[in-house]
């Protein structure tokens, strides 16, 4: 139980497009999804908080306008990386929260998303 | 930032059990200890939390010390597969509560 995926795994873009990247939670409702970034040889970095229907809360530092966050459904949430450019590439992540009773809300990951723009 | 402290890495022989320590001193009472890890180049997988007992499940044991200042992630027979970075994260219950990462202890399991 408790899985999220993503895709695409991996993707490589031309700098200037854009680029979308979904996250499904494959057998749970997800109350909440977060999107994180990871450069290499770094610690994940939260960029983005989702609830379903409402707009992401985006940690300080992270461009709204560059990042879309579209978390249209209980099950599956959306990042648009807008006009990607070589500083964009990285292992983009994406976690969910099922609401499944009781307080600890654990959150689980989806594989991550591997961005090379070029 | 995180409110944990973990040293950078550590290893252990195949087989044998892995203590992964944790201090997090300024721990509030609302707040459980989370462990998550990272095998390269894959998401975190979550391992086990807790807020003030020691809690055991199918992949490892946390040991929470009394005062809740520090605890242990115990991997009973580390294998191979087990060589990741372990994370040790402090957090609120709740659905928007955000898991804050730092830059965990690197755990090498040698043959």
């Known amino acids: 139980g408790a899985v999220v995926s993503q895709h695409p795994s991996r993707v490589i873009c031309k700098s200037g497009t854009s680029v979308k990247i979904e996250c499904r939670s494959l057998d749970f409702q997800a109350t909440t999804m977060f999107w994180y970034r990871q450069f290499p040889k770094q610690s994940l970095m939260l960029m983005a908080t989702s609830n379903e229907g409402s707009k992401a809360t985006y940690e300080q530092g992270v461009e709204k306008d560059k990042f879309l966050i579209n978390h249209a459904s209980l099950t599956l949430s959306t990042l648009t990386v807008t006009s990607a450019h070589p500083e964009d590439s990285s292992f983009y992540i994406c976690s969910a929260t099922p609401h499944v009773g009781g307080l600890s809300y654990e959150q689980y990951f989806g594989p991550g998303t591997r961005l090379t723009v070029t | ?111």
């Open chain 2, 1 to 111: 930032d995180a409110k944990t402290t973990q040293p950078p890495s550590m290893d252990c022989a195949e087989g044998r059990a892995a203590n992964l320590p944790c201090n997090h001193s300024t721990i509030s009472g609302n707040e459980y200890v989370y462990w998550y890890r990272q095998i390269h180049s894959q998401g975190p997988q979550y391992i086990i939390h807790g807020l003030k007992n020691n809690e055991t499940n199918e992949m490892a044991s946390l040991i929470i010390t009394e005062d809740r200042k520090s605890s242990t992630l115990i991997l009973p027979h580390a294998t191979l597969r087990d060589t990741a970075v372990y994370y040790c994260i402090v957090r609120v219950a709740g659905s928007n509560s955000k898991l804050t990462f730092g830059k965990g202890i690197t755990l090498s399991v040698r043959p």
